[in-house]
Structure formats: structure tokens, C-alpha cells
């Protein structure tokens, strides 16, 4: 059974960057899936983040790709999110999943933690 | 970018009803479209792929129908678990997108 946890800061200052990163388990990293970051705002939406592929492959969300930087660790079967610039809009609860490599449907997911960008 | 639309966005519902949410995209996606359920404090779940394929350990009750641009979640039989927001997700065209969601409350 595949299970993914995030971890990373639950604070980040405006301006700063929001690091977080997704421990995979009972896949590898290496599998043909694509690693994926969702976000949600408090009492909103799902948002779309990007995915990351084994190969270091990446596609991002066009309003946030100037800010944005994910990539694997396959010694560590993990990946991470970077986003700079952060701002109040980019408070959210932040999920990692695991997309299939075609049909990108996304069958797992961590629980999520909030981040909070704030002074 | 492709924008998907929910309907309605809020549903009271009372157990064994029938519940149909509709999903509508601004373009053409083929069948690249799937279905979660969220919970209240829970992570989305996977409950249908490419529009119409269960998902394991899904319950039957729900099914999936649509082509194109015009996309169909039913849920038979409404059982009080099944309180949730439910979105849906095209993957079809770069950046892939979410819909606003469906409330379906239990009355």
C-alpha cells in the first residue's frame, strides 16, 4: 500500500520560500508515475501545483511556474516543492500524491499540512 | 487552459436518493477525466478514472458516464458516508485543471 507524508515548515514569512517535502513508501520513486503537489486554501478549492517525473521531467501550473521548483531524490525516495516569493495567497493546506503515468488520476495521496505565510 | 465547471455546487440529499453531479469542460477532453470524494479534514480520494472505470475498493454505487466535454458523476443509492465535496480533474491538456466542487450534504 502506497502511503506519502509531507513535512515542512508549517510558517513561512511573505517574500520567503515554502519548502516541503513528500516521504514515498511502499513505491519507489523510480516507478512510472508522476509526483504531484495540490494545493487547497482554507475553506476553497483544489489547485493543480505540478508534477515531477523520476527523470527530473517537470510540468508546472503556468501562475505559479516563475516561482516554482520540484524535483526528486531517488536516494531517499522522496520529492520536494520549492516556491518562493510566497505572499498571504499562498497559505494553503499542501498535498502530495501520486499520478498515473497516462491517465495523471491521482490514487494516493498524503494527508496534507498547512502552511501559513505570515509575519 | 482548460476550465471545468461543477453542478450544482451545493446538494441536500436524503439517504438511498440518487445524486447526479455534472462536470463541464470549455473544451473537448476526450475521456481524461476522474473523480474525487473529500471528506471534511480528509485528503481527496480517487473514486472514478477516465470518466467511466471504477476504482478498487470503490464502492459499486457509484458510476461515471461522459465524452467529450460533458461529464457525469451518480452516486445510487446515497448512503450518510457519502457526505463529501466531490471535484473533478481533466487531464487532457497541460496544466491540468480541478473543477469548483459539489457539496453533497446529507439532510
Known amino acids: 500500500q502506497v502511503q506519502l507524508q509531507e513535512s515542512g515548515p508549517g510558517l513561512v514569512k511573505p517574500s520567503g520560500t515554502l519548502s516541503l517535502t513528500c516521504a514515498v513508501s511502499?513505491?519507489?520513486?523510480?516507478?512510472?508515475?508522476?509526483w504531484t503537489w495540490v494545493r487547497q486554501p482554507p475553506g476553497k478549492g483544489l489547485e493543480w501545483i505540478g508534477e515531477?517525473?523520476?527523470?527530473?521531467?517537470?510540468n508546472y501550473n503556468p501562475s505559479l511556474k516563475s516561482r516554482l521548483t520540484m524535483s526528486v531524490d531517488k536516494s531517499k525516495n522522496q520529492f520536494s516543492l520549492k516556491l518562493s516569493s510566497v505572499t498571504a495567497a499562498d497559505t494553503a493546506v499542501y498535498y502530495c500524491?501520486?499520478?498515473?503515468?497516462?491517465?495523471?488520476?491521482?490514487?494516493?495521496w498524503g494527508q496534507g499540512t498547512l502552511v501559513t505565510v505570515s509575519s | 487552459e482548460i476550465v471545468l465547471t461543477q453542478s450544482p455546487e451545493f446538494q441536500s440529499v436524503t439517504p438511498k436518493d440518487k445524486v447526479t453531479i455534472t462536470c463541464r469542460a470549455s473544451q473537448s477532453i476526450g475521456s481524461n477525466l476522474h473523480w474525487y470524494q473529500q471528506k471534511p479534514d480528509q485528503s481527496p480520494k480517487l473514486v472514478i478514472r477516465y470518466a467511466s472505470q471504477s476504482v478498487s475498493g470503490v464502492p459499486s454505487r457509484f458510476s461515471g458516464s461522459g465524452s467529450g466535454t460533458d461529464f457525469t458523476l451518480t452516486i445510487h443509492s446515497l448512503e450518510a458516508e457519502d457526505a463529501a465535496t466531490y471535484y473533478c480533474h481533466q487531464s487532457s491538456s497541460l496544466p491540468w485543471t480541478l473543477g469548483p466542487g459539489t457539496k453533497v450534504e446529507i439532510k
Open positions: 515531477v517525473f523520476h527523470s527530473e521531467i517537470t
Open positions: 500524491a501520486r499520478g498515473g503515468d497516462i491517465s495523471r488520476a491521482l490514487d494516493s
Open positions: 511502499g513505491a519507489s520513486i523510480r516507478s512510472s508515475n508522476w
